[in-house]
């Protein structure tokens, strides 16, 4: 059931179901999340079953404000403070020590807690419906089957759950992507996830450099959205410079067929089978289409998608990270 997430008896319909151990779809600027109560042990094993998600797999806690944090984190560190104070309400996720026996399940039973204010003022709505109702935070990661594309629209997420799920709409995402994950448990920040905020930004923003070597990465905490493959179509995906994709499109001629191919570079086909999307140039543009366009290839039945690489540029970090996963879980 998709609701108008501007409405204030839809944010407190969804208030009073959260507040009952349901489950939610939540807007957010990045991607649609599947929201339950964080303290709710029950509600928050209802979202490992309903994404077919390991229950080790932490989930991402959304709190209403930086006041929450104590909730939820034992210590935080000054660098984490400036990152807070700079880029929540916002886009960035912070990875800090739990305190003892709360959201524990939806930490994946991890001794650290991942923590994000978001922008969205439908998510916010919600968090204040949910904070005058005793629940003061939601576990929400992305409403989609575990491993599979985000869902940008209410309707995806309709789509992967059915009409009896309550959603709230509040628009396509803006962002498109997830968040960045910086681990903050340790002496310096280490960067676990680009996202719309950039190396440069977030390092400004710390008063610091992130770290991020690969000795680092093993040793960090599970964090939401990290794992090697992840973010995949049903169509196997795959990488390839416009170069490639020029010659792979001139070999199959005419006899292309159940292909679908986004790319910056303009291409040819003589086959009327193939799906050609055009790749935006602008990072955030292309971050902002990038799960829908990969669904519409699922839905249009392809069984293959080209992509052409990303630029190397630090703007394209995180539309980047997502195609690296989804390439790898093909």
């Not at 916002?90 to 930490?107: C, D, Y």
């Not at 040819?268 to 799906?275: D, G």
């Not at 669904?295 to 990303?310: M, N, Q, Y």
Request: aromatic share 4%; glycine share 8%; hydrophobic share 50%.
């Amino acid at each position: 059931m998709i609701l108008d997430g501007s409405q204030a008896d839809a944010i407190a319909r969804a208030a009073d179901a959260l507040a009952a151990g349901e489950l939610v779809g939540l807007p957010t600027e990045t991607v649609y999340g599947l929201a339950a109560d964080a303290d709710n042990a029950a509600a928050v094993a209802a979202i490992y079953r309903a994404k077919g998600r390991p229950e080790d797999h932490p989930l991402i806690v959304h709190v209403a404000s930086a006041t929450d944090v104590a909730r939820f984190a034992t210590t935080v560190p000054a660098f984490a403070q400036r990152l807070m104070a700079a880029c929540w309400p916002g886009p960035l996720t912070l990875i800090l020590p739990r305190r003892a026996g709360v959201a524990e399940r939806a930490a994946g039973g991890q001794p650290t807690i991942g923590l994000r204010c978001p922008a969205h003022p439908v998510a916010r709505d919600l968090l204040a419906a949910c904070a005058a109702r005793g629940v003061h935070g939601l576990a929400a990661p992305s409403a989609n089957r575990f491993g599979r594309v985000s869902p940008t629209t209410a309707a995806h997420v309709a789509a992967e759950f059915g009409d009896a799920l309550l959603v709230l709409d509040g628009g396509p995402c803006p962002i498109g992507i997830e968040s960045a994950i910086v681990d903050a448990t340790r002496a310096a920040p280490v960067l676990l996830r680009p996202g719309q905020l950039g190396r440069a930004a977030l390092e400004r923003a710390a008063g610091e450099p992130l770290l991020a070597d690969d000795a680092l990465l093993q040793q960090a905490p599970k964090a939401s959205g990290t794992l090697a493959a992840h973010y995949a179509p049903r169509a196997r995906l795959r990488l390839m410079e416009a170069r490639e994709l020029r010659a792979a499109l001139d070999i199959l001629g005419s006899e292309a067929r159940h292909i679908a191919v986004w790319s910056r570079a303009p291409l040819r086909s003589a086959s009327s089978a193939l799906l050609l999307r055009r790749m935006p140039d602008d990072a955030a543009d292309a971050a902002r289409e990038l799960f829908a366009v990969l669904r519409s290839f699922d839905d249009a039945g392809v069984k293959l998608i080209w992509v052409e690489t990303p630029p190397a540029g630090a703007d394209w970090d995180g539309v980047r990270d997502r195609l690296e996963r989804a390439a790898a879980a093909a």
